[in-house]
């Protein structure tokens, strides 16, 4: 008998950022320094991932560490201590970059800025793959389903709907067929209408046709 899947905590959220940080080193690394415009386009990607990152560790630090620390005191003292050297990595890369706009030849200091982004990039995947491999097993040690699905709507709530949907733009077309109609059937039951018509509209332009052909069949959309 084919065992129940657990409640998801990091696969979704996960998948998305590493399509966006994935992406962004090859756009950085491929990058015309002179040209203004390509430039800019870039700098609004990176203010994306920016966004994404500080929101992701704020959803951890505040509500599912937290609510893992109540039931297993100490179990998230590892991924929070790398939570503010990341962020520190982090605040320095955005330091980097807007020094790096006020230069007239970029070229040799952005491809210092693509070595410190990818050494940043290699951290962070460390980082969520301990996550997901160690911290997901104290989760389903010390938490039901229902548990860890009433902390997931509470990052719900406390993301605003415009961070929400940079953040869905790089997670919906990372998911999985199977994941994407769990996690859209999942928005249809609990969100409202509106809310939910957000989300569908916003997955049709994400993905690809053919992937948003079959996401809609699945929901029964017409």
């Avoid at 609510?67 to 998230?76: I, S, Y």
């Avoid at 410190?116 to 491999?133: C, I």
């Avoid at 869905?168 to 769990?182: E, G, H, K, V, W």
Wanted: charged share 35%.
């Amino acid at each position: 008998m084919e065992e129940k899947r657990r409640a998801e905590i990091f696969i979704n959220v996960h998948k998305g950022l590493r399509r966006g940080l994935w992406g962004l080193a090859l756009r950085i690394g491929e990058l015309d320094w002179d040209d203004e415009a390509e430039v800019q386009s870039a700098q609004r990607e990176f203010e994306n991932m920016l966004l994404f990152l500080r929101e992701h560790s704020a959803n951890e630090d505040e509500i599912q560490f937290s609510f893992l620390e109540k039931r297993a005191p100490g179990a998230t003292r590892k991924e929070q201590e790398e939570h503010r050297k990341l962020e520190y990595q982090l605040d320095l890369l955005e330091k980097h970059w807007y020094l790096l706009m006020r230069e007239k030849q970029r070229d040799e200091e952005g491809y210092q800025f693509y070595l410190e982004y990818n050494q940043f990039l290699s951290s962070y995947l460390d980082h969520m793959d301990r996550e997901e491999r160690e911290l997901t097993e104290a989760f389903y040690r010390h938490c039901s389903d229902h548990e860890i699905d009433e902390a997931f709507k509470k990052i719900v709530a406390r993301t605003s709907p415009q961070d929400m949907s940079v953040m869905l733009t790089y997670m919906i077309p990372a998911m999985n067929p199977s994941d994407r109609i769990q996690f859209m059937s999942k928005a249809k039951a609990s969100a409202s209408p509106d809310a939910f018509d957000r989300v569908k509209s916003l997955a049709e332009k994400v993905l690809e046709p053919g992937g948003w052909r079959k996401l809609s069949a699945l929901l029964g959309e017409k």
